[in-house]
């Protein structure tokens, strides 16, 4: 086998080989949304492509069994690695996500809540950008995933995630990101067909790069770490069929102001 039929095993193997889903423990072949996206968004002119987007395994993104996708697996990997069973946790999940919130709720040690604004069966139905069901100081623990990019004012959400979590308390915050220099946001656009093509969804009202959720996040008073494969391993992202690039956002309220 020369050099190039070598490579083109090799990717075949990490993009499109069968691994292990960690939310539903099963031995699966990952389901890949390549081609249904891709030209969903091919024809509605977005000007990157699927490989640009920073924590999208399209090739290998969605468990058969469970319907866990790449980011979900993801989270649960930071859950089993950096918060081990200890004290109860108050935890809240946004827009869950049906496999990971049976493993959250399925924890001893949380105390589990689903919340979204229009998604039937969660425990709480809230407003992201104003929550008076949650006492300030409330949760240990949240996870916002794909939320920001809808609300009209993402800094109302994170005032509002800052305001309920306790000071060291952690959170993740994930959104769309694609490459640097591509944020774009007007909340007022409403065609449908223009959100797809700017914010790379009909219902997306922004598109986020890397620094710009970054410092947005910090201006509401979180600190943040950004963790990559470095910090779970290369092999264990290609057995659970998460892509090299994804990079997970853990924010953390300080113990103190200025801390």
């Known amino acids: 086998m020369n050099v190039r039929g070598a490579e083109r095993l090799i990717r075949s193997v990490i993009f499109r080989g069968p691994g292990r889903c960690n939310l539903c423990g099963k031995k699966v072949r990952f389901k890949s949304i390549s081609r249904t996206l891709g030209r969903t968004l091919a024809e ?20 058969p ?8 697996r993801l989270y649960q990997l930071y859950v089993e690695r950096f918060l081990p069973p200890g004290g109860l946790r108050r935890v809240v999940e946004f827009a869950p996500a049906a496999a990971l919130s049976a493993y959250l709720r399925g924890r001893d040690d949380f105390q589990y809540r689903s919340a979204d604004l229009m998604m039937p069966g969660v425990d709480d139905v809230v407003d992201i950008t104003d929550m008076p ?12 995933s794909h939320v ?6 993402d800094g109302l959400a ?18 769309p990101v694609t490459p640097q220099g591509s944020f774009d946001e007007d909340p007022a656009v409403a065609d449908e067909r223009e959100r797809w093509r700017r914010f790379a969804q009909g219902d997306h009202v922004r598109l986020y790069d890397r620094v710009t959720l970054c410092s947005r996040i910090r201006r509401h008073g979180f600190g943040i770490d950004v963790l990559d494969s470095r910090d779970f391993g290369r092999d264990t992202f290609s057995r659970h069929a998460i892509g090299f690039g994804s990079a997970l956002y853990v924010v953390r309220k300080p113990l103190s102001v200025g801390a």
């Open 148 to 153: 920001l990019e809808h609300v009209t004012d």
């Open 65 to 72: 069994v469970c319907g866990s996708t790449d980011r979900d």
């Open 158 to 175: 994170l005032d509002e995630l800052y305001r309920i979590l306790v000071p060291g308390g952690r959170g993740i915050i994930m959104t």
């Open 133 to 144: 069901l949650y006492q300030d100081d409330s949760l240990d623990f949240f996870i916002c």
């Open 44 to 63: 509605r002119e977005f000007p990157y492509s699927l490989d640009e987007f920073e924590t999208l395994n399209h090739r290998r993104y969605l468990c």
